[in-house]
């Protein structure tokens, strides 16, 4: 226990010591989220910007939105099969998967791509 406490306390004064030193963290990165959303606002109050425009941009958002569920889905889906004997999570995955797929459609006819 006393071995535990000197390493700790020598863990404290060299993090310490780095942050004196002048060290700093690196900025955390933007989310993709927060950027879709500004590109939805962006082109849902310009008055300018054609229908297919905004109805694009509103779509790459929820798109993006769903990839980031899919995702979560994805490993919930792997973890239950792991655990449990009937695993819930696979049919909500494959019917989110199959979302995914038609606003990834519709992406390639509002942008020629998707992401």
Do not use: C, Q, W
Request: hydrophobic share 50%; charged share 20%.
């Amino acid at each position: 226990m006393h071995k535990l406490g000197l390493v700790l306390i020598a863990a404290l004064a060299f993090t310490g010591a780095a942050n004196a030193t002048g060290v700093k963290a690196k900025a955390p990165r933007k989310h993709a989220l927060p950027r879709a959303a500004k590109a939805v606002a962006a082109a849902v109050s310009s008055p300018k910007r054609p229908l297919k425009v905004v109805l694009g941009s509103i779509l790459f958002a929820v798109e993006t939105g769903n990839d980031v569920v899919l995702g979560g889905l994805e490993g919930l889906d792997k973890a239950a099969s792991m655990e449990l004997k009937y695993n819930p999570f696979h049919y909500i995955y494959y019917v989110d998967d199959k979302i995914d797929v038609g606003l990834e459609a519709g992406e390639t006819f509002f942008f020629g791509s998707h992401n």
